[in-house]
Every structure is written in C-alpha cells, then in structure tokens.
C-alpha cells in the first residue's frame, strides 16, 4: 500500500485526477469507479477542469457506481445515480449511456445486487476505483465486521452512517436504512484501488487502515491485500500515522514517471 501524503484535499484532489486522466490517455475506454460524498468531489472538480482545458478526452470513458440506497427513484434528488450524475457524468460530458449501477428499486433486490456483480466482470472489471472511508473504517457501504471476500449485496447501514448522510436531506428519518454495495471482495477486484480521506475526523480509520491489522472490524484495512492500493490523505487525516515521515520520504523519492 502507498501512502501520500498531501497539504490539503485540493492537492489531493488534484494527484487523484492526474492518476485519471493519465489512464485515460493510455486506455481512452477506461472504466472508472467513482464513489459519492463530500471527500471525492476536489478529485471531479479538477478532472473536469483537464476536460474543459482539451488536456484529457473523456468521450469513451465508462462510470462504475460503488453504491446505491435501496427503495431511493433514480430521479430523486439524493439517490447516488442522480448525484454522480450531477458531480460526474455531466461535468465530465459522459453520457447515461456509459454509466453503469445497481438497481435500487428492484422487486427482487438480490437478483439485482447479483446482476450488477456480473455486468462489473462482463465490462472487464473496474481500472481505477475511487473511494472514501467513513469515520468506521467502511468502504462503499461495507460496515464493519464486513465479509473481507464479500460481493455486491445488500446492506443495513449503521446508525453512525445514517447520521453521518442526513445531512444530504431534510431530517435523518428520510435516510434509507439498506443499500446496495459493491462488496470488498468485488472492491478488491479493480486494478488500482484509490482511497481519499482528509480531516482530522478520518485520521483514527486511516491508520487502522493503514497501519493496524486486516480485519473485518476495519474493512479498509483490506485494501492492504491489494497489489496496486494508493491511499491519499491531508496533513490532518495522516496525523495518527507512526509511519507519517517514511511515507512522506518514500513519495518525495519516487520517480517521476511511476505515478501513484
């Protein structure tokens, strides 16, 4: 697992969109996984700003959901296709046409959890998959005590989470209790895993990710079993690591030409 270590999230935000416009320049179909919140939005901001200058082409890319709420319409305000729709596709001028989520207003939610794990492998598997870290250690909506080798699923949020997303609407009573999550086995999958954190309220699941064992009760920490894992994290999120001034050395002499 690589570790950088930036000033703050518009850095931040701004090695991660390089990563990505570097992928799609080398592979113009790349089939990008995005996640939602908050954290990711400086990392959208500025690959779109690479599209708007003509430094990055993004007509043949592909979007990947990580999540979906169950029981939220694709049109409602909040439900995470319209959101990345809003954050994503249409600053990024890719079309609904090479978006690709989960189902959350199936009759049969299984079925639908299972037929997207399957559409993920036929599309040839996520390249670059962006993710976030809730305050507990989750990724997507893997709650702790997750299966380390699950699949896409159905899941309850925690109260912690629920609390965590009313803040994206009017009162916590409208926030789903289920979702539906890539799993961490289907996470792990991807070829280059991206995991953004910044604030000093993610410094403590940074470094269970980082740092302490992989276990379920911190699902982040699988991404240490990742061949090709980057973790990128502000001064204030980094503030728990005892290993914060070799990852910094290790990053300064990096060559220039292996990116992240």
């Known amino acids: 697992m690589e570790v950088v270590i930036v000033p703050d999230a518009k850095a931040g935000g701004a090695l991660i969109a390089g990563a990505m416009a570097d992928l799609l320049r080398r592979t113009p179909?790349?089939?990008l996984g995005v996640a939602t919140g908050s954290t990711p939005l400086p990392v959208y901001e500025a690959l779109a700003a690479q599209v708007r200058s003509g430094s990055v082409n993004t007509s043949r890319a592909r979007i990947a959901q990580l999540d979906e709420y169950v029981g939220l319409t694709a049109d409602h305000p909040e439900s995470y296709r319209s959101v990345l729709r809003r954050e994503v596709?249409?600053?990024l001028g890719i079309g609904m046409d090479a978006f690709m989520g989960p189902d959350g207003t199936a009759e049969d939610v299984q079925a639908a959890c299972e037929a997207y794990?399957?559409?993920l492998t036929e599309a040839g598997g996520v390249d670059l998959q962006l993710l976030?870290?809730?305050t507990d250690g989750h990724i997507g909506f893997n709650e702790p005590c997750s299966?380390?080798?699950s699949r896409t699923r159905i899941k309850t949020l925690t109260?912690?989470?629920?609390v965590d997303n009313a803040r994206f609407f009017d009162d916590i009573d409208q926030v789903p209790h289920h979702v539906i999550t890539q799993g961490i086995g289907t996470i792990l999958?991807?070829?280059h895993l991206v995991l953004l954190a910044t604030g000093e309220g993610k410094a403590d699941a940074v470094a269970a990710t980082v740092e302490g064992p992989v276990a379920a009760v911190c699902p982040a920490s699988a991404l240490q079993l990742h061949p090709h894992a980057t973790v990128v994290v502000d001064e204030a999120a980094a503030s728990k690591?005892?290993?914060a001034d070799y990852f910094r050395r290790t990053y300064v002499n990096k060559p220039d030409w292996q990116g992240i």
């Open 159 to 162: 109260e912690q989470t629920r």
């Open 147 to 149: 299966s380390l080798v």
């Open 117 to 119: 794990d399957r559409a």
């Open 132 to 134: 976030g870290i809730g």
């Open 89 to 91: 596709l249409e600053p």
């Open 241 to 243: 690591l005892k290993f």
């Open 189 to 191: 999958e991807a070829r």
């Open 29 to 31: 179909d790349a089939l």
